[in-house]
């Protein structure tokens, strides 16, 4: 794939920006938090999408492993299934350098080994045989038999279970603190290898996306209302385009209940996982919203 360089400037993101310009309405979103710990704000980095490589299977797991905590499912076969298939999809690294250049003559390794973010579709409808596949699913059906209404959960078997759709695993994965602005040219670049793909007859016609959300809530307190704080402040708008979803809480299997950015008093934080269903004719569109978002807090 084309390396696709992002410059990123500081940790006061666009996606916050994109949050106090979002005129929704919707109590349960961070409009703003004058309190949040800022950090240095100083740091330049510049990142760039590249194909998965063998090199990157345990960088993609600890990814993998931040969104599936404990969950019994086999991430580091998840993870090979990502590198198998590296023709769709990317990871995000940081952008050579001259320097980088000049070293890489002298190994064949890759100069720049962090893995600090994965964006990719993974076809689970043809991979049911495949045992990350099955847990995963198992996994699914045990939350949603608990969490999710009727409608939704015959919802999610359609997608899943009934053989008549062709749903694929959506993966937006990546450090905290890393902006919003990141996403844009990942999932822009997903969906050009997604339709090269259909071109050339390989399986990616999808009905459905299947999509993981973290997300942290904070208690109504007096006056207060509850707080959502979302790990990647863009999944708002994937949740706005659902057709179906779920939560369930994962604060028994997290060490620690804390955001990217916080204060001490904001301690109590409860992690959460949305489980997303999204009609895939749907994808191009959340793109550009998104996209469109992003830009418009950089301009102002």
């Known amino acids: 794939m084309t390396s696709k360089k992002l410059k990123v400037e500081d940790h006061e993101d666009a996606a916050q920006q994109m949050e106090a310009g979002n005129d929704s309405g919707d109590d349960s979103s961070v409009d703003e938090n004058p ?5 240095d704000e100083g740091i330049t980095v510049d990142f760039e ?3 998965p490589i063998d090199t990157d299977l345990d960088g993609i797991k ?3 492993g ?5 969950a019994h499912i086999d991430l580091s076969d998840l993870s090979t299934v990502i590198v198998g298939q590296n023709y769709v999809g990317s990871v995000l690294k940081q952008a050579y350098t001259d320097d980088d250049d000049e070293d890489e003559d002298s190994m064949d390794e890759d100069p720049c080994q962090v893995v600090f973010g994965v964006t990719t579709a993974i076809n689970l409808s043809n991979k049911q045989d495949q045992n990350c596949v099955k847990q995963l699913q198992k996994m699914i059906f045990e939350k ?5 209404t009727e409608a939704v959960l015959q919802l999610f078997r359609e997608a899943l279970q009934s053989g008549t759709k062709c749903t694929a695993l959506l993966l937006n994965e990546r450090f905290v603190n890393i902006p919003a602005a990141v996403c844009v040219p990942m999932f822009e670049n997903l969906l050009v290898e997604i339709e090269r793909a259909k071109a050339k007859g390989m399986p990616y016609k999808f009905d459905y996306f299947l999509m993981f959300v973290k997300y942290y809530q904070k208690a109504a307190s007096g006056a207060k209302s509850a707080e959502i704080l979302y790990s990647n402040d863009e999944e708002e708008y994937f949740i706005k385009d659902s057709v179906a979803s779920f939560d369930y809480s994962v604060q028994k299997e997290t060490a620690t209940a804390l955001a990217g950015n916080w204060l001490e008093e904001d301690e109590e934080l409860q992690p959460f996982r949305k489980v997303l269903l999204i009609d895939a004719n749907k994808l191009p569109e959340i793109v550009s919203t998104i996209k469109s978002l992003v830009s418009n807090a950089v301009n102002n």
Not at 35 to 39: E, N, Q, S, V, W
Not at 144 to 148: F, H, I, L, P
């Open 35 to 39: 309190d949040i710990y800022k950090g």
């Open 49 to 51: 999408g590249r194909n």
């Open 62 to 64: 600890q990814m993998l």
């Open 66 to 70: 931040q969104l599936f905590v404990k």
């Open 144 to 148: 949603a038999e608990k969490y999710a």
